[in-house]
């Protein structure tokens, strides 16, 4: 079995047939064509396809430049961003409310709306945005008069104010190397030897992709998922020990 593949689900499947149709339309009929919202894994996918396709006039774009679920855009010419097809919602309540991205997932998912077609969602004290598709901005404005008990009022956002905040753990620790198992080891706090177990015998993501070698070598940046375990960062490599072995950091996804 290879260290590093890509495992392709029926989605990722039926996402790769369907760029497609969008190439065809884009090239022949001079029109622009947009995925739904896609994750940072079939953002990959997708570029890696187009690229071996040839097709080049192609933008992601998730509503602001902080988002991480993206539209993609295919289009006959030049991409711009202000063609996509997505509405920022502005949400306002009151400070003292405290309400979650879950809470408002939830509220836009009880309707009946597919996650597809919401972006990033961003929290601040007393107010949120929500990017969605327009074809469910106006269900979603219409519907919601409350986030779960607290009551909100909404509108399209002019201009984007919020910032997202991402809340992260930081492991500090000491490894005898890269590898795999030793990364993962840290993360989880298994036993080298069980993480190395765990690679071989479940896999973990590195960067979007499946490795089931515990001797893959990591890199500074690297984002990687371990099932059960969460989402992790390896953010930053240091200095060597007396006994040469490394200092470094993880942040966990939480």
Known sequence: MPDLQFILSDEDKHLISRLDDFIYVAENKYT???????????QMIAEKTLSEKGFHN???????????????????DTPSSDAFPIVPLM???????????????????????KR??????????????????????????????????????????????????ENFKEIDGIVASLRADCIVSLATGLSRAKSADFIKSNGIDVNYMKIFSSS???????????????????????????????????????
């Open 58 to 76: 192609f933008l992601f774009f998730g509503g602001d430049d902080l988002c991480k679920r993206k539209v993609l855009g295919l289009f006959p």
């Open 116 to 165: 597809e077609m919401i972006g990033d969602i961003f929290v601040e004290e007393g107010k949120a945005i929500i990017f969605s598709y327009d074809t469910v901005s106006e269900n979603i404005i219409s519907q919601i008069s409350k986030v779960g008990s607290v009551g909100v009022k909404i509108s399209v956002c002019d201009e984007v104010s919020i910032t997202p905040n």
């Open 216 to 254: 893959y070598t990591f890199s500074e940046g690297d984002i990687f998922s371990v099932k059960g375990f969460g989402k992790f960062i390896l953010s930053e490599i240091g200095g060597l020990t007396r006994k040469e072995k490394l200092h470094i950091k993880l942040k966990k996804y939480t």
């Open 91 to 113: 949400f306002t309540y009151r400070k003292a409310d405290k309400l979650t991205h879950r809470d408002f997932l939830g509220s836009v998912m009880s309707l009946g709306i």
């Open 32 to 42: 622009p064509k947009f995925t739904p919202f896609l994750d940072e894994r079939q």
